[in-house]
């Protein structure tokens, strides 16, 4: 099936830093890719997502580009605040037997220091 | 509130115990998913059910019993748990149909086995 890889963390930066979080996608077709948030002691909440080649999502100062090419969909934000010091999964729908499944990367955690 | 409701919260049971982990979700979706998140692991899915059918069981110990008897309700039936298996225990809901719809999380249990 499909699935997604995304970098390891935990990713430590200084308020104010640039934000990249690297992802890439294995699909037979082209699935649309989301960015999920886990903030502590909470489910996923969807963050953004792009549908096809090329789409860019964002939210909350978050963008992220779908590249067909390159077969990514890395996170980057410009300013990081403490506040979002949270777990990142990158995700695809993958298409199994008619029906399409969520498919999560294994997170990244983002620790954001004053 | 993101539309599924988890409960209990938290929970500390024997390892002789039995108990279930409740899951409801009010947006219309066809399918609900398990997931069982450990600290320092990928995020796992263990059981998938699509119109009240289960379709996926990821090799998940028969001392994890799935039960859905509407599409709107899961649970998770635990009996004869080992310490190992204390983790948070996520909900999810979707709609299978359309590649473009994300998952709705519950905010989880957190399940300790003593």
């Known amino acids: 099936g499909d699935s997604v890889t995304q970098m390891e963390g935990p990713v430590t930066l200084s308020e104010e830093a640039f934000l990249t979080i690297n992802c890439t996608y294995t699909?037979?077709?082209?699935?649309?890719l989301f960015w999920y948030v886990q903030y502590p002691g909470e489910g996923l909440q969807l963050l953004l997502k792009a549908t096809k080649a090329d789409d860019k999502g964002s939210n909350k100062g978050f963008e992220a580009t779908y590249r067909k090419e390159t077969t990514s969909f890395h996170l980057e934000k410009g300013s990081v605040q403490v506040s979002d010091s949270a777990v990142y999964f990158c995700a695809l729908s993958d298409k199994r037997g008619g029906s399409y499944i969520p498919t999560f990367g294994r997170g990244t955690s983002l620790i954001v220091h004053p | 509130e993101t539309g599924v409701t988890q409960t209990p919260r938290h929970l500390v049971m024997g390892m002789t115990n039995k108990k279930s982990l409740k899951c409801e979700q009010h947006l219309g979706h066809n399918a609900m998913y398990w997931y069982k998140q450990s600290a320092k692991k990928p995020l796992e899915l263990m059981f998938v059910y699509n119109f009240k059918e289960q379709t996926e069981n990821n090799s998940v110990p028969s001392r994890f019993s799935p039960e859905c008897p509407n599409s709107s309700h899961l649970f998770l039936h635990l009996h004869t748990l080992q310490p190992e298996d204390s983790a948070l225990y996520l909900c999810a809901s979707s709609h299978t149909g359309s590649a473009n719809t994300e998952a709705f999380f519950g905010q989880g249990t957190r399940l300790t086995v003593v």
């Open positions: 699909a037979t077709g082209y699935p649309s």
